[in-house]
């Protein structure tokens, strides 16, 4: 996902000189590209997340349009104050990069991973919140964050995520995509876990279980009307993140179904109010917390058994 973010950001300030590539000592070779042919629309501050934020606001004030690019992490706890009073209490046009969310940055452990993010920054005003689920999407989320006027964050992964469309997707902020249609059980996923799902579901559907997957990639805003149809029309909703099931995708559609007077089944798969375990590649690491596709199967296969 790095190389399609920089490609795609290199799109954009090839045609607008007004957008200037914030970095903070984590860019990649073609971050360097674009600094030798851009160099006056290239900034790195070093391991300074604070006043990379805090410019990027002054640089908004001013017309330009910064793209924050750093560690997810960084952004959502360490400069979460300046990302609060810079930019979203003036509502400054800035576009925040998180790389690594989740636990993408699997090797390194919790203090690196990004699991409370979307609680943290979904309450924030004037905040709008993207979780891309494969390179061809964060590619579509790039573009339509700069052509959104307000302050935007997006959570990237940065460990192979893998390509779940076929041809180019249709992305517009605030609206769900349904991937896959099915009766019996209604799946919201969000970010590139969905990869895990899909194979979940090919283990229900093996079990005569039909399973509609729905890929929600705007957090906030969310497809509110979208979700309330989904929860009126199936039996049992599952919400499945690389998150915590606290204040997350999860608590986003519960909320959702009771402000609408609906009543649901929902099973809500994530971490449990925990920290993820164990270090390795990421396939690893969603293994040990059961947030694999194995795991998830099993999860929803009990869930609906017992419904029956």
Same mark, same amino acid.
Request: proline share 2%.
């Given at each position: 996902?790095q190389r399609?973010?920089?490609?795609t950001?290199?799109?954009i300030?090839?045609?607008?000189?007004?957008?200037? %590539?914030c970095?903070?000592?984590?860019?990649?070779?073609?971050?360097?590209?674009i600094?030798?042919?851009?160099?006056k629309? +290239?900034v790195?501050f070093?391991?300074?997340e !604070? *006043?990379? &934020?805090?410019?990027?606001?002054?640089m908004?004030a001013?017309?330009?349009i910064p $793209?924050v690019?750093?560690?997810s992490?960084?952004?959502?706890?360490r %400069?979460?104050? $300046?990302?609060?009073?810079?930019?979203?209490?003036q *509502?400054?046009n +800035?576009k925040?990069?998180?790389?690594?969310?989740?636990v993408?940055w699997?090797?390194?452990?919790?203090t690196h991973h990004?699991?409370?993010?979307i609680g943290?920054l979904?309450?924030?005003p *004037? &905040?709008?919140?993207?979780?891309?689920a494969s390179?061809?999407e964060?590619?579509?989320?790039v573009i339509?964050?700069?052509?959104h006027?307000?302050? /935007?964050y997006?959570r990237m992964?940065m %460990?192979?995520?893998?390509?779940?469309?076929?041809e180019?997707? *249709?992305?517009k902020?605030g609206k769900? /995509?349904?991937?896959?249609?099915?009766?019996?059980i209604a799946v919201?996923?969000?970010g590139s876990?969905i990869s895990?799902?899909l194979k979940?579901?090919?283990l229900?559907?093996n079990d005569?279980?039909?399973v509609?997957?729905?890929n929600v990639?705007?957090?906030?805003? &969310?497809?509110s009307?979208a979700v309330t149809?989904e929860?009126?029309?199936?039996n049992l909703i599952?919400t499945?993140?690389?998150?915590?099931?606290i !204040?997350? &995708?999860?608590t986003?559609?519960?909320?959702?179904?009771?402000?609408n007077?609906? $009543?649901i089944?929902?099973l809500?798969?994530?971490?449990?109010?925990?920290?993820?375990?164990? $270090?390795?590649k990421k396939s690893?690491?969603l293994k040990?917390?059961?947030l694999d596709?194995e %795991?998830?199967y099993q999860k929803?296969k009990?869930?609906?058994?017992?419904?029956?």
């Amino acid at each position: 996902m790095q190389r399609v973010y920089a490609t795609t950001l290199y799109d954009i300030i090839k045609g607008d000189k007004n957008v200037v %590539s914030c970095l903070s000592d984590s860019g990649t070779d073609y971050d360097e590209l674009i600094a030798r042919e851009f160099p006056k629309q +290239v900034v790195n501050f070093g391991i300074s997340e !604070n *006043n990379q &934020l805090a410019a990027a606001a002054g640089m908004a004030a001013n017309g330009k349009i910064p $793209f924050v690019y750093t560690t997810s992490a960084f952004i959502a706890y360490r %400069s979460y104050e $300046f990302l609060r009073d810079d930019i979203c209490l003036q *509502n400054r046009n +800035v576009k925040l990069i998180g790389m690594g969310t989740g636990v993408s940055w699997s090797t390194l452990g919790a203090t690196h991973h990004t699991t409370e993010d979307i609680g943290l920054l979904r309450a924030l005003p *004037n &905040l709008t919140v993207l979780t891309p689920a494969s390179p061809k999407e964060l590619r579509a989320a790039v573009i339509a964050a700069y052509k959104h006027k307000g302050p /935007v964050y997006i959570r990237m992964g940065m %460990s192979g995520e893998q390509e779940i469309y076929s041809e180019e997707c *249709n992305f517009k902020i605030g609206k769900n /995509v349904e991937f896959k249609d099915g009766k019996d059980i209604a799946v919201f996923s969000t970010g590139s876990i969905i990869s895990e799902v899909l194979k979940a579901a090919e283990l229900l559907e093996n079990d005569g279980i039909t399973v509609k997957i729905i890929n929600v990639h705007t957090l906030k805003p &969310l497809d509110s009307r979208a979700v309330t149809e989904e929860c009126k029309s199936h039996n049992l909703i599952v919400t499945v993140e690389e998150h915590s099931t606290i !204040n997350g &995708l999860g608590t986003a559609v519960a909320d959702t179904a009771v402000e609408n007077g609906i $009543f649901i089944n929902l099973l809500k798969i994530g971490l449990n109010d925990c920290f993820a375990a164990g $270090f390795g590649k990421k396939s690893d690491v969603l293994k040990l917390n059961k947030l694999d596709a194995e %795991s998830i199967y099993q999860k929803i296969k009990e869930r609906y058994d017992f419904l029956k």
